[in-house]
């Protein structure tokens, strides 16, 4: 099993920055790769950001692309949202997932289904 731990979340303005974190913990060398997720009120939960920890390669949502950047420390198995240049439609709570090696569906569909692990999420509101 893999725990995720987000946080970083917290109230701001249109315009200003966060990092989130998610720490990952358990079984976390099996990880094959994590992602950010995002759920606003009153809407479906959708895909932010991936990182693969075997090649270091991202990959973004339209909406977050050129704003937001992934990153992560693959021998601590955290990983990092920067959101920049936040706007009120970001507003939501953002989940930590997580897929192990065998499931690879998560990188070429990235849905919610496709992924094993989640977090508790962490709130973020942003102000007009």
């Known amino acids: 099993q893999v725990q995720l731990v987000e946080s970083g979340g917290g109230s701001t303005q249109a315009g200003d920055s966060l990092r989130l974190s998610c720490a990952a913990a358990g079984r976390t060398f099996d990880l094959y790769y994590m992602g950010w997720f995002r759920q606003a009120p009153g809407k479906e939960r959708e895909f932010v950001a991936a990182?693969?920890?075997?090649?270091?390669?991202?990959n973004y949502a339209d909406s977050v692309r050129g704003r937001f950047t992934i990153s992560g420390d693959n021998a601590k198995k955290t990983m990092y949202l920067q959101l920049d240049s936040l706007s009120p439609e970001d507003t939501g709570v953002y989940y930590c997932?997580?897929?192990?090696?065998?499931?690879?569906?998560?990188?070429?569909?990235?849905?919610?289904?496709?992924?094993?692990?989640w977090g508790q999420g962490t709130q973020v509101t942003v102000s007009s």
């Open positions: 990182i693969s920890w075997s090649t270091g390669n991202t």
């Open positions: 997932a997580a897929n192990p090696y065998g499931n690879s569906r998560g990188w070429a569909n990235p849905t919610p289904g496709n992924y094993d692990y």
